[in-house]
C-alpha cells in the first residue's frame, strides 16, 4: 500500500516471461503481451525463474526441486505446541514431513520428497498418527534445496529469493535469508537507478557482496549438511538421532533455525558422531547407484 501511494504500479496476476537488452535499453515481457522498460530489473519470481538466464546469469539446479504436499487438519487429537518431523525412506525419501500446530486441534501437515508418490506418502502418514482427522483443505507446492548461484547481478539486473536459490538447504526455508536480501536488493537498485555506467553496476555488485556476506558460509555448511543428510538409510538416521538426542541441550542453546552452520560444525565435531561418518559415506555411496 505504501509502495503504491508513492507512485508505483501493481499489475495483480501478472508475471514476466521474458528479460531482453536491446538498442533502446532492458525490456520485461509479461505474460499479458505487454513490454516494461526499466533501469534495474529485481527478479524474485521465485523457483524455476528463467529470466536469470535472459540476463546471463547461472540459474539454481532446478533438478533440486521436490514436489511438495500439505493439508490443512481439523478434528484432530489435541496437540501440543510443538511442531513435529518425521524421517525416513517411507515416510519421505530424501527429505521430510512435518506437523505445524495450528490450533488445538488443527494443524498444517505436509512433506516434500525425492522421489515417490508425495499424496501417498502423505495419505499414509496422516492415516497412520491422525486416524480421525478430516482433511480441511490441500495445498500442492515445490521445495528448493539447490544452493545459491555463484553470481547474482548482471548489469541492471539482480535476482533475489528463490530465484537466487537464497534458500536453506536443510529445510527449503528462505523467509529471513529472502526479507534480508530483498531489502538489499531493493537499497541497490534504488541506488543503482539513480546513477550510471560502472557506478551504476557498482551497487549492483555491492548487493551480491553484501548478502554473501552474511549468509554465505552458514548456506555452505547447509549444503554439505543436505547432502550427507538426503542420502542416509533409515538405520544409519536412527543412530544418528540417538547421538543428536544426547546433545540436545546444545543444541536448543547454541542452535538457530536461519543460521545453522554453526551448531552443524559442533555437531559435526562430536566424536560420536564421527564415528558414523563411514556409514554416512556407504549410504551416499549406495544412494548414487541406487
Not at 544452493?147 to 536459490?165: E, L, N, T
Request: glycine share 10%; net charge positive; aromatic share 8%.
Amino acid at each position: 500500500k505504501q509502495a503504491v501511494a508513492a507512485g508505483v504500479e501493481l499489475r495483480a496476476r501478472t508475471r514476466a516471461s521474458k528479460f531482453e537488452r536491446t538498442s533502446d535499453g532492458d525490456l520485461l515481457t509479461l505474460t499479458d503481451g505487454s513490454k516494461v522498460a526499466g533501469k534495474v530489473v529485481i527478479d524474485a519470481s521465485g523457483a524455476g525463474s528463467r529470466l536469470p538466464e535472459q540476463a546471463g546469469l547461472q540459474t539454481p539446479d532446478w533438478a533440486q526441486i521436490l514436489p511438495g504436499l500439505q493439508y490443512e487438519l481439523v478434528d484432530m487429537k489435541e496437540q501440543s505446541d510443538l511442531v513435529e518431523l518425521f524421517f525416513g525412506a517411507k515416510r519421505a525419501p530424501g527429505f521430510f514431513a512435518w506437523s505445524i500446530p495450528t490450533g488445538k486441534n488443527s494443524a498444517r501437515v505436509g512433506l516434500a520428497s525425492k522421489k515417490g508418490n508425495v499424496k501417498k506418502f502423505l495419505d499414509d502418514l496422516v492415516k497412520e498418527q491422525w486416524p480421525k482427522a478430516t482433511i480441511d483443505a490441500t495445498k500442492s507446492g515445490s521445495v528448493l534445496v539447490a544452493g545459491p548461484i555463484s553470481r547474482c547481478w548482471s548489469p541492471g539486473f539482480i535476482v533475489v529469493g528463490d530465484a537466487a536459490g537464497q534458500v536453506k538447504q536443510t529445510t527449503g526455508g528462505g523467509i529471513v535469508i529472502g526479507g534480508y536480501c530483498g531489502k538489499l536488493a531493493g537499497i541497490a537498485a534504488a541506488s543503482a537507478a539513480a546513477h550510471s555506467g560502472v557506478e551504476s553496476e557498482g551497487f549492483l555488485r555491492n548487493y551480491d557482496t553484501q548478502w554473501r556476506e552474511k549468509f554465505s558460509s552458514d548456506l555452505r555448511k547447509m549444503g554439505l549438511a543436505r547432502k550427507l543428510f538426503a542420502g542416509l538409510s533409515d538405520e544409519t538416521l536412527d543412530r544418528l538421532f540417538s547421538v543428536l538426542r544426547d546433545n540436545v541441550s546444545e543444541i536448543e542453546a547454541e542452535g538457530d533455525m536461519d543460521f545453522q552452520g554453526k551448531i552443524i560444525t559442533r555437531m559435526l565435531k562430536k566424536r560420536k558422531v564421527a564415528t558414523l561418518l563411514p556409514r554416512v559415506a556407504t549410504d551416499a555411496i549406495k544412494a548414487i547407484f541406487s
